[in-house]
């Protein structure tokens, strides 16, 4: 079986940074592809980092610069490094697992964290 469990969510000022980090266990999670999405009320869940078992990387645009996903396999853990947060970054936070190991869409990934509430404030 595969869990995620996510954590480092908090309150912070516009500008601040943060710290997520899924905890993943199971059999071969360190060749999954992985992936960081984010939702807020109203709105659908949306895509923020992936990445590969080779470490590539990939981001949506309004995270470039800002947001930096990495995975520590020795530790079992997937990070998303967050800096220069702003308001619109207000949402929960989501690990997310993909056993094929490849870029895919939302629906592609079959394992999910139950998420870390991440708040900026103005």
């Known amino acids: 079986q595969v869990q995620l469990t996510e954590s480092g969510g908090g309150l912070v000022q516009t500008g601040g940074s943060l710290r997520l980090s899924c905890a993943t266990s199971g059999r071969f999670v360190s060749i999954f592809l992985m992936g960081w999405f984010r939702q807020s009320p109203g709105k659908e869940r949306e895509f923020v980092a992936a990445?590969?078992?080779?470490?590539?990387?990939n981001y949506v645009d309004f995270v470039k610069g800002r947001f930096t996903i990495s995975r520590d396999n020795a530790k079992n853990t997937v990070y998303l490094q967050m800096n220069n947060l702003k308001p619109e970054d207000t949402a929960v936070y989501y690990c997310?697992?993909?056993?094929?190991?490849?870029?895919?869409?939302?629906?592609?990934?079959?394992?999910w964290g139950p998420g870390t509430q991440v708040t900026v404030s103005s």
């Open positions: 990445i590969r078992s080779d470490h590539k990387t």
């Open positions: 997310a697992g993909n056993r094929a190991g490849i870029d895919t869409t939302i629906g592609g990934y079959e394992y």
